[in-house]
Each structure stands twice: as structure tokens, then as C-alpha cells.
């Protein structure tokens, strides 16, 4: 059976593990496949030349753990890119459980061993190109425009691992030194976290520009897919697919059967009818869209509204910036930022627009005027202010702080673009906070690609890239909070306390019937006596109760 033309759910194939997906066929108590007997996988042999027809299938993999890439030599490849810093993916997850994984996507028939040892999660399976092009926005959390996305295939079953993904350099000449650090990144990851990888899937995603068609698009890049696979088996792991896709259609670079890969490229699934979107809907995942639409949410204004919110920056800076060098007057300028950043949470918490991204991020720039952002993008350009307003990052706060971050983002127009740096990093780090890494990322990258030294955006960059969990970050932000907090209210509460009287001296008390006390409230001594036990002794002239 050709694996192009029809693919089927087997396990030992591709396959995902979504926590509460439905028991894939290797779960079932009767299997809808007989088992079959396995072959002997083909020996390992990299391709040597950029012309290889073929991938071929991995041997001796060390194990089936997963790998997490991260930073490294390709994020500081000199290339234009039209995406920001290369993004360094963590293993892919669904609702927590184990990695999707793939094996031996090959263009061969070949049977896979459908008697190893079952995992314990239901598994999705994906076998073919077709199905691993459909895959890929599930994979990344949105579609990868104008990209070069690599995933690492592990273990013995060929794991989804570790991926990196970068904006395809417009300038020709990159491509080598893109494709050589891109694989060095990848692999080099792995094998830091005994995980080498035992091959790799190459996904180039571009749309055709004018005049062009995908076919065109596919033409153009083979050169840069040829340099990948190379640059691949160079470091002793292969490429098993490389795939081209563009305008609704896929290409594969490695398989030349124009039976199973037509020259005019095959559709692609309809959206939401693969059995990965149904695993994906299943596990409650989400398809941000595609990069672009992603991007355009953070992208500074133009036209008119540009000038006015330029206008209003230049007056709040002459304003707030003489005042935030003076010691004495930046402790108010903070507080004063903090206070309006509160109010503008509480007033877009009060105010949550519905309909397309668009429609939302229309409706939450008009809930903030050019003065306001103004002089809240001016004063979170200090790093003490940008650090409390961290703090709004969980509750019933996170929504509305990341609705404000990105509009604030939005209003950094003209020559005031660096400052989208400090509410980008924001709104990347209540992305990730509130468990959205895909955005986290697009943030994040957007703000590195402005200010690539910006020391909040680069850890948190890394840290989720090393596939850490934000908590503890949050515990720390969460402490901050709670001693800024308490050191501010017996602040308050002394400016609000009124003096007392001071009391008089008078004669010490010898023992229990020492000086006579006065009535309840008295400031001096008693004008009345008691009997020692508290009670009023009986009078004449002096006993007011008889007169």
C-alpha cells in the first residue's frame, strides 16, 4: 500500500498522545490491523549529496526520550529574517502527556512492529506526508509562514523531539550558513540531553508572491532544502522528509514517485477533518492562525493615528523623562504608572469585546487614549516599574494585562518602535504564565528582534525554550508582591493614625488599692471613690445619684 495515497492510523507509525484522547488501535482489546510480521529496518546512510531521491529510515536510535532544543549557534546566524530570532521549540505536548511521535514517515511500504510494547496513552497515528503536512500548525500551535521549521525524531518509534523554527533569510546567499547552523542547533540539542536524534523532518512554509505559483515557490527553495538535508547528514542524522508548503498544496523534496507526489503538489486536508484535529480538539489545543495574523496584533500603528500617538509620546516624554532621572521624583512616576496600569486593567477587565482578533484589538485601542498609553509606555521603560507590573500575571488579571500589553505594543509608532520592547516582554511573559507558548514566542521573538540585548526577554526566551515551568517565577513575583504590599500599608496607616493626648503623670499604684480610679474615659484622677472592689460606695453630699 502506498503511504501517500492512502494513509492509515497504525501503530508504530506517526502518532500523538493526547491525555484523554480516545485509545488509538494499539489500545484497542482488538485490533483493527492483524499483526504483521516486522522488517528489518533499512541501515542508517545520511545523504550525502543534495540530491538524494530519498530519506532513509534511522537504525540504532539511543532511546525514546524527548528532546528539547534550544538556543544556540543559529540564533546569532546573520540573516534577514522576516520573523525575529530563530524560535527553539520545546517538545510537543498535548494537555501534559507524553510527546507526538513519529516514525519511519518513508516513502516505502514497509511495515512497522506492531507488537513493541504499547505505551500506556492513547496514541494518534500519522503516516505519510500528507498527514505530517497537516500536523504541522498543530505542532507549533499556528501556522509558520515564510519559515524553515526542522523537528527531531527520537527513539526507537521515531518521537517527535525537539524543532526549531526560522524566518527563510530573503537574501540568497544565507541560506548555507542558515541550513548548517539551523541543523547544528537542533542536533546539538539532543545530544546535550542524550538524545541525539535519529532524524529529522524539514517543513519549508512560504506563499507565493506575486505572479508566482506554488510550484514556483517550491522550485525556488529546493536549493535551500538541499543545503538542509546536507547540512543533516553532514552530522550523521538523516533527513526523512523535506516538504514544501505552499498556496493549499504540499511538495515533497525526497520522494520522486510522481504517482504518490504529483509535480503540481497535492492539496492539503481540509481544516478540522484530519484525525490530528480531531486529537487536537479532543485535548482542548488551539490553532492561533498563522504567523502573520499572530505578528499583526503586535505591529505599531500606521497612518494618522501613528502621528496623533507620536504627538502624545513627544509631549509625555519631556514631561515624565526629567522626572524619572530624579531619584526623589521617580518613586512617584512609578507610582503613578502602576496606579494607571491598574485603573486601565480594571477598565478593560470591565470591558471584554467579542469577534474575530481584530475586531477585539479595535475595541481595545479605543478603550485607551494616546495620552494614557502614552504615559504608560514611557514608564515602563523603567526596569523597577516593568517588574511590579509583572505581577499582574495569573487571575482575573492576566486576560485583561495581556489585552493592555499588546495594545500598548500597538501604539509604538514611528520613532518610538524600541519602546514596544518592555510591554512585548510583558505580554510574552503572561503568554507563557497562562500556559499559551505559541504567542509567548511570537511576543517575545518580535521584542529580541528589536533590542536583542534585552535581558527580561532573552530569559524568558530560554526558559521556554528549555521547557521550564513558569511557577516559580511566579511564586517569586507573587512574594514581591506580598512585601510590597506590606510594607505599604503600616506606611498608610501611620499617615492615617491621629495623635493621642498624652497622659498626665500621677502617683504610682503601691497595689491593688493604691490611687483612686477616675470613670471610664477620665484623663486624671477620680472625682469618685469606690470600695476597692470596683463598686461605688453608698454618700451624701458627694453621691450625685441622689440629687
Same mark, same amino acid.
Given at each position: 500500500?502506498?503511504?501517500?495515497?492512502?494513509?492509515?492510523?497504525?501503530?508504530?507509525?506517526?502518532?500523538? $498522545?493526547?491525555?484523554?484522547?480516545?485509545?488509538?488501535?494499539?489500545? =484497542?482489546?482488538?485490533?483493527?490491523?492483524?499483526?504483521?510480521?516486522?522488517?528489518?529496518?533499512?541501515?542508517?546512510?545520511?545523504? =550525502?549529496?543534495?540530491?538524494?531521491?530519498?530519506?532513509?529510515?534511522?537504525? &540504532?536510535?539511543?532511546?525514546?526520550?524527548?528532546?528539547?532544543?534550544?538556543?544556540?549557534? !543559529?540564533?546569532?546566524?546573520?540573516?534577514?529574517?522576516?520573523?525575529?530570532?530563530?524560535?527553539?521549540?520545546?517538545?510537543?505536548?498535548?494537555?501534559?502527556?507524553?510527546?507526538?511521535?513519529?516514525?519511519?514517515?518513508?516513502?516505502?511500504?514497509?511495515?512497522?512492529?506492531?507488537?513493541? !510494547?504499547? $505505551?500506556?496513552?492513547?496514541?494518534?497515528?500519522?503516516?505519510?506526508?500528507?498527514?505530517?503536512?497537516?500536523?504541522?500548525?498543530?505542532?507549533?500551535?499556528?501556522?509558520?509562514?515564510?519559515?524553515?521549521?526542522?523537528?527531531? /525524531?527520537?527513539?526507537?518509534?521515531?518521537?517527535?523531539?525537539?524543532?526549531?523554527?526560522?524566518?527563510?533569510?530573503?537574501?540568497?546567499?544565507?541560506?548555507?550558513?542558515?541550513?548548517?547552523?539551523?541543523?547544528?542547533?537542533?542536533? =546539538?540539542?539532543?545530544?546535550?540531553?542524550? !538524545?541525539?536524534?535519529?532524524?529529522?523532518?524539514?517543513?519549508?512554509?512560504?506563499?507565493?508572491?506575486?505572479?508566482?505559483?506554488?510550484? #514556483?515557490?517550491? #522550485?525556488?527553495?529546493?536549493?535551500?532544502?538541499?543545503? /538542509?538535508?546536507?547540512?543533516?547528514?553532514?552530522?550523521?542524522?538523516?533527513?526523512?522528509?523535506?516538504?514544501?508548503?505552499?498556496?493549499?498544496?504540499?511538495?515533497?523534496?525526497?520522494?520522486?514517485?510522481?504517482?504518490?507526489?504529483?509535480?503540481?503538489?497535492?492539496?492539503?486536508?481540509?481544516?478540522?477533518?484530519?484525525?490530528?484535529?480531531?486529537?487536537?480538539?479532543?485535548?482542548?489545543?488551539?490553532?492561533?492562525?498563522?504567523?502573520?495574523?499572530?505578528?499583526?496584533?503586535?505591529?505599531?500603528?500606521?497612518?494618522?493615528?501613528?502621528?496623533?500617538?507620536?504627538?502624545?509620546?513627544?509631549?509625555?516624554?519631556?514631561?515624565?523623562?526629567?522626572?524619572?532621572?530624579?531619584?526623589?521624583?521617580?518613586?512617584?512616576?512609578?507610582?503613578?504608572?502602576?496606579?494607571? !496600569?491598574?485603573?486601565?486593567?480594571?477598565?478593560?477587565?470591565?470591558?471584554?469585546?467579542?469577534?474575530?482578533?481584530? %475586531?477585539?484589538? %479595535?475595541?481595545?485601542?479605543?478603550?485607551?487614549?494616546?495620552?494614557?498609553?502614552? #504615559?504608560?509606555?514611557?514608564?515602563?521603560?523603567?526596569?523597577?516599574?516593568?517588574?511590579?507590573? +509583572?505581577?499582574?500575571?495569573?487571575?482575573?488579571?492576566? +486576560?485583561?494585562?495581556?489585552?493592555?500589553?499588546?495594545?500598548?505594543?500597538?501604539?509604538?509608532?514611528?520613532?518610538? %518602535?524600541?519602546?514596544?520592547? %518592555?510591554?512585548?516582554?510583558?505580554?510574552?511573559?503572561?503568554?507563557?504564565?497562562?500556559?499559551?507558548?505559541?504567542? +509567548?514566542?511570537?511576543?517575545?521573538?518580535?521584542?529580541?528582534?528589536?533590542?536583542? &540585548?534585552?535581558?527580561?526577554?532573552?530569559?524568558?526566551?530560554?526558559?521556554?525554550?528549555?521547557?521550564?515551568?513558569?511557577?516559580?517565577?511566579?511564586?517569586?513575583?507573587?512574594?514581591?508582591?506580598?512585601?510590597?504590599?506590606?510594607?505599604?500599608?503600616?506606611?498608610?496607616?501611620?499617615?492615617?493614625? $491621629?495623635?493621642?493626648?498624652?497622659?498626665?503623670?500621677?502617683?504610682?499604684?503601691?497595689?491593688?488599692?493604691?490611687?483612686?480610679?477616675?470613670?471610664?474615659?477620665?484623663?486624671?484622677?477620680?472625682?469618685?471613690?469606690?470600695?476597692?472592689?470596683?463598686?461605688?460606695?453608698?454618700?451624701?453630699?458627694? #453621691?450625685?445619684?441622689?440629687?
Amino acid at each position: 500500500m502506498n503511504p501517500h495515497s492512502e494513509p492509515s492510523k497504525r501503530s508504530g507509525d506517526i502518532h500523538s $498522545t493526547p491525555a484523554s484522547a480516545p485509545s488509538s488501535a494499539e489500545n =484497542s482489546p482488538q485490533p483493527p490491523h492483524p499483526p504483521r510480521t516486522p522488517k528489518p529496518p533499512a541501515p542508517a546512510d545520511p545523504p =550525502s549529496a543534495p540530491g538524494a531521491s530519498s530519506p532513509t529510515a534511522p537504525t &540504532d536510535p539511543t532511546d525514546a526520550a524527548e528532546t528539547s532544543s534550544r538556543p544556540g549557534p !543559529a540564533e546569532t546566524a546573520n540573516t534577514s529574517t522576516p520573523s525575529g530570532p530563530t524560535d527553539s521549540l520545546d517538545p510537543f505536548r498535548l494537555t501534559g502527556s507524553t510527546a507526538a511521535t513519529p516514525s519511519r514517515p518513508s516513502h516505502s511500504a514497509a511495515p512497522s512492529d506492531a507488537t513493541n !510494547a504499547p $505505551t500506556p496513552e492513547a496514541q494518534v497515528t500519522l503516516r505519510g506526508p500528507a498527514e505530517l503536512a497537516d500536523a504541522l500548525p498543530y505542532l507549533l500551535g499556528f501556522y509558520p509562514d515564510d519559515s524553515v521549521v526542522m523537528i527531531a /525524531l527520537t527513539g526507537e518509534r521515531g518521537r517527535f523531539g525537539g524543532r526549531v523554527r526560522l524566518g527563510i533569510p530573503t537574501d540568497t546567499a544565507q541560506w548555507p550558513d542558515a541550513a548548517d547552523q539551523l541543523a547544528e542547533c537542533l542536533i =546539538s540539542a539532543g545530544q546535550e540531553r542524550d !538524545a541525539r536524534p535519529a532524524a529529522i523532518i524539514v517543513y519549508l512554509c512560504q506563499e507565493p508572491a506575486a505572479g508566482e505559483s506554488g510550484k #514556483d515557490v517550491k #522550485d525556488r527553495l529546493r536549493p535551500l532544502a538541499q543545503r /538542509l538535508r546536507t547540512a543533516c547528514g553532514a552530522l550523521d542524522v538523516p533527513v526523512l522528509e523535506a516538504l514544501c508548503l505552499s498556496n493549499g498544496r504540499f511538495w515533497s523534496y525526497c520522494c520522486p514517485d510522481f504517482r504518490c507526489c504529483p509535480a503540481e503538489g497535492t492539496p492539503m486536508v481540509m481544516p478540522g477533518t484530519s484525525v490530528m484535529a480531531a486529537a487536537a480538539a479532543y485535548a482542548g489545543m488551539q490553532v492561533r492562525g498563522s504567523l502573520k495574523e499572530m505578528e499583526a496584533r503586535l505591529a505599531p500603528r500606521t497612518g494618522r493615528r501613528a502621528a496623533d500617538q507620536e504627538t502624545a509620546l513627544d509631549a509625555a516624554a519631556g514631561a515624565l523623562v526629567p522626572r524619572m532621572l530624579r531619584g526623589d521624583a521617580a518613586v512617584a512616576v512609578r507610582r503613578d504608572t502602576l496606579d494607571l !496600569a491598574g485603573a486601565m486593567i480594571h477598565r478593560f477587565r470591565q470591558d471584554t469585546p467579542s469577534g474575530s482578533n481584530r %475586531a477585539r484589538d %479595535a475595541c481595545d485601542d479605543a478603550l485607551i487614549t494616546d495620552a494614557e498609553a502614552a #504615559d504608560l509606555i514611557l514608564g515602563l521603560q523603567d526596569r523597577v516599574t516593568r517588574d511590579r507590573a +509583572a505581577e499582574w500575571m495569573d487571575g482575573s488579571a492576566a +486576560a485583561p494585562a495581556l489585552r493592555l500589553w499588546r495594545a500598548l505594543a500597538r501604539r509604538c509608532a514611528g520613532g518610538y %518602535a524600541e519602546h514596544a520592547v %518592555a510591554p512585548l516582554t510583558l505580554a510574552g511573559w503572561v503568554s507563557w504564565s497562562t500556559e499559551d507558548g505559541p504567542s +509567548a514566542r511570537v511576543a517575545l521573538s518580535r521584542a529580541l528582534a528589536l533590542d536583542p &540585548d534585552y535581558t527580561f526577554a532573552q530569559l524568558l526566551h530560554r526558559a521556554i525554550n528549555e521547557g521550564l515551568d513558569p511557577e516559580p517565577l511566579r511564586r517569586c513575583l507573587r512574594e514581591q508582591h506580598r512585601e510590597a504590599t506590606g510594607a505599604a500599608e503600616p506606611a498608610s496607616r501611620a499617615a492615617k493614625k $491621629t495623635p493621642q493626648p498624652t497622659k498626665r503623670p500621677g502617683p504610682s499604684r503601691s497595689g491593688p488599692a493604691g490611687r483612686p480610679r477616675g470613670p471610664r474615659g477620665g484623663t486624671g484622677p477620680g472625682t469618685r471613690t469606690t470600695d476597692g472592689r470596683g463598686r461605688h460606695r453608698a454618700g451624701r453630699d458627694g #453621691d450625685r445619684s441622689r440629687r
